[in-house]
């Protein structure tokens, strides 16, 4: 953000892609919303003009029964409210992404001024990273800035196609983007020792490139909730009714093997709270993971599983966690996440940087009141599950990468 922006009209593309009520249409979660506002803010006290984009939601995916994109659910126009709230600045809404109204409405905004464009994905060229379409995107702004990390893994026209109409010295990442870049950096490039990473969630083939790439990088990795099962059964356990992904034993072996040969500590939850069914009110008993009756299914990590992992937590220096533990939407289950989260703000407390990375456990923090002790707290699932796997962002590579100061 070292552009610059006096007297610029400022193209963002930001990441609005909120939550919204069905019925009202409200914002029910503006976290995405707040985290964008320094980037908007600087430029707009800078004395440059913004001109806002973002997608929301998935609108050709849902798309009404006469075949036409419900425009009233999807639009932008949504957001509206609470972002004059948040920045206490009056803002324009053009009902198209771009055309002739959208050029004339940016060409007549003034110094602190700003417009937020209609849906990106109204349009059919965004999904697709059409030139053309990015081309009139690239024609509403004097300078780019790219600030939305949660769309940065698509190849979409505003997230990345549009990068190649700006030169270098008018296109920056905004302050959000930046962030996340650096902290997930702090956990890929020489991280502080001992690394602890905890994967969790429902599937070991979410996150398998995760996982393998994880184990090349850390001390210790612990594998929790539902994926943990596939692990239990391909170990030779009995895990009853608990998840289980058949067709990906063979692979959980390998990564065992891949940790034994790199001397990676990896953890299993040694015990589980096992319920008779999928429901909060099921009779639960806590279970060995590898002697789980059949008609019982794994659903949080037990009493000592817990104690364990939060003992190995809490002598951490860097931790990245992904993924809960159990089914923490269930309170019956939550038990296990709740100790994962306190033990990361404790450890965090004592020194370690901590990185929560996307989904849900990003919602378990939050949930939990301890997203503040915590380092940082992500605000993108998939970008940040390929930045940890490796892998180089299409909407980092159009604008010439990222390099991270030491
Ligand atoms: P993910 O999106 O892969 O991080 O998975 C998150 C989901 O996994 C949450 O909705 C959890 O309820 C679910 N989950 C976690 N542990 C279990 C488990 N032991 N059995 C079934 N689902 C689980």
Redesign the pocket.
């Known amino acids: 953000m070292d552009l610059n922006f006096s007297g610029k009209q400022v193209l963002v593309r930001v990441d609005f892609n909120v939550p919204l009520d069905k019925e009202t249409l409200k914002v029910t979660d503006d976290t995405r919303i707040r985290r964008a506002l320094p980037t908007i803010t600087h430029i707009l006290e800078e004395g440059g003009a913004v001109v806002l984009m973002s997608h929301l939601g998935r609108p050709m995916k849902k798309l009404k029964e006469d075949g036409t994109i419900n425009k009233e659910m999807f639009s932008l126009k949504n957001i509206v409210p609470r972002l004059t709230d948040l920045l206490g600045v009056e803002i324009q809404f053009c009902d198209e992404t771009v055309g002739e109204k959208a050029s004339s409405m940016a060409e007549k905004l003034k110094r602190g001024q700003l417009l937020l464009l209609e849906n990106t994905r109204f349009n059919e060229g965004e999904k697709k990273g059409d030139e053309e379409f990015a081309k009139a995107l690239a024609s509403l702004g004097d300078i780019y800035v790219n600030d939305a990390f949660g769309t940065a893994h698509r190849a979409h026209a505003s997230t990345t196609t549009v990068a190649q109409y700006f030169d270098e010295d008018h296109k920056c990442f905004g302050f959000l983007l930046a962030n996340e870049l650096k902290n997930a950096s702090k956990v890929t490039n020489n991280p502080q020792r001992p690394f602890v990473a905890i994967v ?4 070991v083939s ?2 398998m490139l995760l996982l393998d790439r994880l184990i090349d990088q850390v001390d210790t990795l612990i594998v ?6 596939t692990f239990m059964k391909a170990q030779g356990g009995q895990i009853g009714n ?2 289980c992904e058949e067709d990906r034993l063979e692979l959980a072996n390998q990564l065992i093997e891949k940790a034994k040969k790199k001397g990676v500590n990896l953890l299993l939850p040694s015990d ?1 709270v096992v319920a008779d069914a ?1 429901a909060n009110d099921a009779n639960f008993k806590i279970a060995p993971s590898g002697l789980i009756e059949e008609g019982w ?4 990590i037990g009493v000592y599983a817990q104690a364990e992992f939060a003992n190995v937590i809490k002598q951490a220096k860097t931790i990245l966690w ?9 309170s019956s ?1 939550a038990n296990g996440t709740k100790l994962v989260a306190q033990a990361v703000a404790d450890a965090t407390k004592a020194g370690a940087f901590s990185l929560i990375g996307g ?3 990003v919602a378990a923090v939050n949930q939990l009141g301890l997203a503040k002790q915590v380092s940082y707290v992500s605000t993108g699932g998939g970008a940040m599950l390929e930045l940890l796997e490796g892998k180089e962002l299409p909407g980092v590579k159009a604008m010439g990468g990222f390099e991270v100061e030491n």
């Open positions: 969790g969630g429902a599937k979410d996150k929790g909730g539902g994926m943990a099962y608990s998840l589980s999928f299914m794994g659903l949080d992904n993924g809960p533990m159990g089914v923490f939407e269930m289950f989904g849900d456990s």
